[in-house]
Each structure stands twice: as structure tokens, then as C-alpha cells.
């Protein structure tokens, strides 16, 4: 099974802020990479696929990005209603497997 | 618009065999690219995928949980149903059906879950 390895498991951050989370592949798996938002209590909502391409209606200021095995999310001027916990997702093959999640807290 | 619904116990007991219901509207599961997939989630841990079915019936399931977890489809009534067998209290969880479909361009093909369930919380206890 290929493993998801997110960093860091948490982390505190003021709202405008630049917030970047890492994902790391136990092997290649190319552009592969999806990322979800959930926020306690809800289901997990999409936000990028194949690495960068964002879902539709998903705010501009979430971006992904393609290095190698590391995929980075990145939130640029962070907004109350972004914290939450974050996590990623190889779709390269079976078994699909998550990263153990980020939680985006508030500072 | 697409909607996902999960239904099921919210409690069985040891040994017992979980079923669990998807339904689901606005896509058919014998339009190619759309598949369903289930995904749970035990108290304050992560997201974990269980087994998808997709348009053309293939059945894939997680390694570990493989020899216990049956997904099936019943594509007149628009209805996925995921068996799990042998339930332990660590199979607590909230389990959520989740739709997946595929993105097809610039030499991708992949898959990604685009509409989840509000999710069915279960409890495994005596």
C-alpha cells in the first residue's frame, strides 16, 4: 500500500496568514494527489485533484502543488472559516490512502 | 444535483455484520467514470477508505479489511450496499459513502471523491 505522510499534524496560525501543509508519497505517484477540508462534525469537502486543479467554487486563495513525491497545499490569507483539518489523498491506485490529517488552528 | 445518503444501525453488536445502505440521485452508476466508494472514520482519526464499486461493476476493497467488506450495487434503485462482517468495537466509526468519479484530460486519469454523505455514525458494544 502506498503510505501518505502529511506535515505537521497541527499547527497554529493568525487569520491573513500564509499556511503551507506537506504530503509525501511512500513512492512516485505523479500528479496523483487530491486534497479535502473538513471542518468537526461535517464530511470532508474537496478542494484540489491531480495535484493543483481546483474544485469548482473552492476559494482562490487554496493552491496545490507537484514536487516529486512531496504535494504541498497551500492557503494564502487565511479566513476564519478555514480552520479546519486538512488532508490528502493518493488516487494513483488501490488501496486509496489518506494522509493522518492537519489540523489549522487558531493562534 | 447530486445528493448521498447513508443509512443503517447505529449500534450492533460483536460478531455481528454491519449493512449499510448509499442512496443517492443526480448520476447513475452505469454512466462510465461514476463509482461509489466508501470511507470511514473512528473518533478523532483519520479518513480511511474501504471499498469502491464503479460503472462497470469491478469491486475493489481495502487490504486489510478485505476478507470481512462486500459492496454491491443495485442500479434500479439508484442504491450501493457495503456488508461488513465479524464487527469489533474498533470498527466504530462515522462511515460515509462517498461519490467518485474521474478526471480525463492532459493524459490523467484520476479518480477523486467530489460529493460525500452527511455520514452514519456506528457503534460497536454490547
Known amino acids: 500500500d502506498i503510505q501518505m505522510t502529511q506535515s505537521p499534524s497541527s499547527l497554529s496560525a493568525s487569520v491573513g496568514d500564509r499556511v503551507t501543509i506537506t504530503c509525501r508519497a511512500s513512492?512516485?505517484?505523479?500528479?496523483?494527489l487530491n486534497w479535502y477540508q473538513q471542518k468537526p462534525g461535517k464530511a470532508p469537502n474537496l478542494l484540489i485533484y491531480?495535484?493543483?486543479i481546483s474544485q469548482s467554487g473552492v476559494p482562490a486563495r487554496f493552491s496545490g502543488s507537484v514536487s516529486g513525491t512531496d504535494f504541498t497545499l497551500t492557503i494564502s490569507n487565511l479566513q476564519p472559516e478555514d480552520f479546519a483539518t486538512y488532508y490528502c489523498?493518493?488516487?494513483?491506485?488501490?488501496?486509496?490512502?489518506f494522509g493522518q490529517g492537519t489540523k489549522v488552528e487558531i493562534k | 444535483q447530486v445528493t448521498v445518503r447513508e443509512s443503517g444501525p447505529a449500534l450492533v453488536k460483536p460478531t455481528q455484520t454491519l449493512t449499510l445502505t448509499c442512496s443517492f440521485s443526480?448520476?447513475?452508476?452505469?454512466?462510465?467514470?461514476?463509482?461509489v466508494s466508501w470511507i470511514r472514520q473512528s473518533p478523532g482519526k483519520a479518513l480511511e477508505w474501504l471499498a469502491d464499486i464503479d460503472w462497470d461493476d469491478d469491486k475493489y476493497y481495502s487490504t486489510s479489511l478485505k476478507s470481512r467488506l462486500t459492496i454491491s450495487k443495485d442500479t434500479s434503485k439508484n442504491q450501493v450496499v457495503l456488508t461488513m462482517t465479524n464487527m469489533d468495537p474498533v470498527d466504530t466509526a462515522t462511515y460515509y459513502c462517498?461519490?467518485?468519479?474521474?478526471?480525463?484530460?492532459?493524459?490523467?486519469?484520476?479518480?477523486?471523491?467530489?460529493?460525500w454523505g452527511q455520514g452514519t455514525p456506528v457503534t460497536v458494544s454490547s
Open positions: 443526480g448520476f447513475s452508476l452505469n454512466t462510465r467514470k461514476m463509482c
Open positions: 489523498q493518493q488516487s494513483y491506485g488501490t488501496p486509496r490512502t
Open positions: 491531480v495535484g493543483s
Open positions: 462517498v461519490r467518485m468519479t474521474y478526471y480525463d484530460s492532459n493524459g490523467y486519469y484520476a479518480a477523486y471523491f467530489d460529493y
Open positions: 513512492q512516485s505517484i505523479g500528479s496523483y
